[in-house]
């Protein structure tokens, strides 16, 4: 296929593309009426985000939606933003920052393959079906080019998958390793089938949280699709308000952003809600895939011991056990996920640098990183809270 017959555009605003040409692109697996993979790169989640003010003017996620043309047929685009700052990417490039400015460069603004706030897993470069090849190669080369041509220090594809990962290291970008902790249902029918596979100490401690935080004087309740309630999205502002004010100085999104996507996406969502005396007091927000249920906000207005735990790691996989999805995605950092079931998992990223001499410094640190990172993933798995197949046998 003739490359040149490929044309590259950038889009300032989901508006100037259609949710059904984007879709195509973005989620093809769902076009039977099932769900996407994730609904983190569908139009109605990116343009939520845009609706809501979240992301453009003021946010320093200014959007650049990247799309490539054949013959007037969109065959791949990708959700990419121009950065004034480094916040809400949670693939941590704020050392790269300082060391080129130090030296008399200039970082900002750089090119940001992402979906804003949001470490998740996910395809980057988003192709229809059949033009994998020619799309994922346009896509890539465009942004480098870009970036480029606009003299910007770099270009960041983020939590991109592991086939993107290798294909764009065989393009010229560097690849970068980091980790999360991931839950995996193993065939399980219910939460005490998951219990039974651990050891009888971690067993034991989490039968001791999930009865210390049900214990809390309430009750627990999951809403999603229609259950779902503008008083439900009132309550949960006020937790995540007060858990974006304590970590990031200011909440990500924006209010409206959870009444659109009550409006456009409700049954992307699972809100698990705690409610004492009538009044909602903590609560923890899950988008669903269609094999995976992701952790994404959780917030409280009370401290109640171990609720923290019931909300976003106890209940998720009774919820993912019921539906029959076969992992949980509970978010960025956070070894104490690895006592309750969570194991370390690889996460992808890649990375273009314009600056020669810079982008030699940052491959030879990601090198030494990869090694930290799998020596670190391999001790922290063999820590894991499963039965030892040969103790249990020596036993």
Not at 125 to 153: I, M, T, Y
Not at 287 to 314: A, K, Q, V
Not at 322 to 330: C, K, N, P, Q, V
Request: glycine share 10%; with cysteine.
């Amino acid at each position: 296929m003739d490359q040149a017959q490929i044309e590259i555009q950038l889009l300032g605003s989901l508006a100037q593309i259609g949710a059904d040409e984007w879709d195509a692109c973005a989620c093809p697996e769902a076009a039977d009426g099932g769900r996407p993979n994730d609904p983190f790169t569908t139009y109605r989640f990116l343009c939520a985000l845009e609706d809501s003010g979240s992301v453009g003017r003021g946010t320093g996620w200014q959007p650049q939606y990247l799309t490539a043309y054949l013959d007037g047929q969109l065959i791949g685009c990708a959700p990419m933003y121009a950065k004034s700052h480094s916040q809400g990417e949670y693939i941590f490039d704020h050392n790269w920052a300082h060391a080129f400015e130090q030296a008399g460069g200039r970082y900002y603004p750089k090119l940001q393959m992402a979906v804003p706030f949001t470490p998740v897993t996910g395809r980057r470069l988003l192709v229809r079906p059949g033009f994998e090849g020619v799309g994922h190669s346009a896509l890539v080369q465009g942004a480098v080019q870009l970036a480029a041509n606009n003299k910007l220090s770099s270009l960041h594809v983020t939590f991109c998958t592991d086939e993107e990962a290798r294909a764009g290291a065989q393009m010229g970008l560097m690849p970068r390793l980091t980790q999360q902790f991931h839950w995996l249902n193993q065939g399980y029918h219910k939460f005490d089938d998951f219990l039974a596979s651990l050891s009888s100490r971690k067993r034991k401690n989490i039968r001791k949280e999930r009865a210390q935080a049900q214990g809390f004087g309430g009750e627990i309740e999951v809403f999603s699709g229609a259950d779902l309630r503008p008083e439900h999205w009132d309550a949960f502002w006020t937790f995540y308000q007060d858990t974006g004010a304590r970590k990031w100085g200011s909440p990500y999104l924006s209010r409206s952003f959870f009444d659109i996507a009550q409006d456009t996406m409700a049954d992307d969502m699972a809100l698990i809600l705690a409610r004492r005396d009538g009044d909602y007091v903590a609560g923890a927000l899950n988008f669903i895939g269609r094999d995976t249920l992701y952790g994404r906000y959780w917030g409280c207005s009370e401290h109640h011991p171990c609720l923290h735990f019931e909300l976003c790691y106890y209940q998720a996989m009774d919820l993912a056990i019921s539906m029959g999805l076969a992992r949980i995605e509970a978010g960025a950092q956070g070894e104490h996920k690895l006592a309750r079931g969570y194991l370390p998992t690889q996460t992808h990223s890649l990375h273009w640098l314009g600056d020669p001499g810079f982008a030699d410094a940052v491959a030879r640190y990601l090198e030494a990183e990869r090694l930290a990172i799998e020596e670190e993933i391999e001790i922290l798995t063999d820590y894991g809270p499963f039965k030892k197949l040969e103790v249990e046998e020596q036993q």
